[in-house]
């Protein structure tokens, strides 16, 4: 494509010192009329006018396709770009799942820890209070009863009546 283009150049160039040569020798006017009047203009002028014209059109019509070509591959870019950003916004929430999942998984086995010690201590408690008088029980303050109570650790005694008769 590049070599066919330079013998393009090459051509023209050629052609241009051609039509240079054979004109300079012309000395007859031509006259144009352009909007209503005449303008009388040597050959060589109106060569070298076309030529001038040519090269500014050529000139355009490249400058036309280079923005075309670069608009293209700016919306190529821009669509690759957004591809990225969002296979890494989807990796980012990915992570983010197996992460809380990580959580979870933690504060279950945290939570299943917190019962199983807490039922050894009520285990043992209630070994050593086995022996406690008939009149007490043993109310377990370890565990909240509403949601607005906080944790106490707090296990004692509760006096309450024998409803026993005797």
């Known amino acids: 494509m590049v070599l066919l283009g330079v013998i393009l ?8 010192v051609l039509l240079f040569l054979g004109t300079a020798q012309i000395t007859d006017t031509v006259d144009i009329t352009i909007l209503g009047g005449t303008l009388s203009l040597p050959p060589l002028t109106l060569l070298i006018t076309g030529m001038v014209l040519i090269t500014i059109f050529w000139l355009g019509w490249a400058m036309l396709r280079g923005g075309l070509r670069r608009g293209k591959r700016r919306r190529v870019e821009a669509k690759e770009a957004a591809a990225a950003a969002e296979a890494r916004r989807a990796e980012e929430e990915r992570r983010m ?10 504060l279950v086995e945290e939570r299943r ?7 050894a201590l009520r285990a043992e408690h209630d070994s050593t209070r086995s022996g406690s008088s008939p009149g007490e029980s043993v109310v377990d303050r370890t565990t909240p ?18 409803t026993r008769r005797t």
């Open 9 to 16: 150049v090459l051509l023209a160039a050629g052609a241009g």
């Open 97 to 106: 799942q197996d992460e809380f999942a990580a959580r979870e998984r933690q």
């Open 113 to 119: 820890e917190r019962e199983q010690e807490t039922a």
């Open 145 to 162: 009863t509403s949601a607005n109570e906080s944790h106490v650790d707090d296990t004692r005694p509760v006096e309450t009546r024998d």
